[in-house]
């Protein structure tokens, strides 16, 4: 089984501070992993995702996320908010070697404050 | 422009009464699924398709049907809807389905709020 734990419902950062949302991953073989963004009103899109090779992964609009198989983390960064970014942000976790099942974490809402 | 189309985008019914919520994708993928999203919760998964008529259920399937008679369509049936199917659904569409066992992005309609009364 799989699942993703996402930790903290609502984050809230001044515009220009790093931004950091957690998210760690349990699966019993080598995972996918995923970040999607929901801006209001609107479907998920996708910000990046580590599937094998580099662990450190640039997404676009400055985010970035490194996987961490120590740690079984996943965490979103990005160095500096911008207002535009105030969205929901979901991780996610498909399974290598077997059927597209992606499991995905509660979300958190990202607020950034002028 | 590649999108997933979903309809209606919003609906309000009684409890019950059939409805269907259609999904369309125009980028020839082969995976389709459908999710529900309610507060606290996430997305969960209802069913998928890795193709035309292969389904399969997800983590939340009571109550719902699917069919997938077309490549392109994957439509959500909810024949007796109940007060708790009140929800936001999201169909998704991804061309990397079996083949390349989870490592393809998802493609997300622009969602779907359903109100049972």
């Known amino acids: 089984a799989q699942s993703v734990t996402q930790l903290g419902s609502h984050v809230s950062v001044s515009e220009g501070a790093l931004v950091l949302l957690r998210c760690n991953y349990s699966s019993s073989v080598p995972p996918y992993l995923f970040w999607y963004v929901q801006y209001p009103n609107q479907g998920l899109q996708l910000l990046l995702k580590y599937t094998t090779g580099a662990t450190l992964v640039k997404g676009i609009n400055g985010f970035e996320a490194e996987f961490k198989k120590s740690e079984t983390s996943f965490h979103l960064t990005k160095p500096s908010a911008h207002m535009s970014d105030a969205a929901e942000y979901f991780c996610a976790v498909s399974r290598s070697g077997g059927y597209q099942k992606v499991t995905f974490g509660t979300g958190t809402k990202l607020q950034v404050i002028p | 422009e590649a999108q997933v189309t979903q309809n209606p985008r919003y609906l309000i019914t009684v409890t019950g009464k059939k409805l269907t919520v259609t999904c369309s994708q125009n980028?020839?993928?082969?995976?389709m699924s459908w999710y529900r999203q309610d507060p606290g919760l996430g997305l969960r998964q209802i069913y998928y398709?890795?193709?035309?008529?292969?389904?399969d259920k997800g983590d939340v399937p009571e109550g719902y049907k699917v069919s997938r008679k077309e490549k392109r369509n994957f439509p959500l049936i909810l024949e007796s809807p109940s007060p708790n199917q009140t929800s936001l659904y999201f169909c998704?569409?991804?061309?990397?389905?079996?083949?390349?066992?989870?490592?393809?992005?998802?493609?997300f309609g622009e969602g779907s709020r359903l109100t049972v009364l």
């Open positions: 998704a569409s991804s061309g990397q389905g079996a083949r390349l066992a989870g490592g393809g992005e998802l493609f």
């Open positions: 398709s890795m193709n035309v008529e292969v389904t």
């Open positions: 980028m020839n993928h082969e995976y």
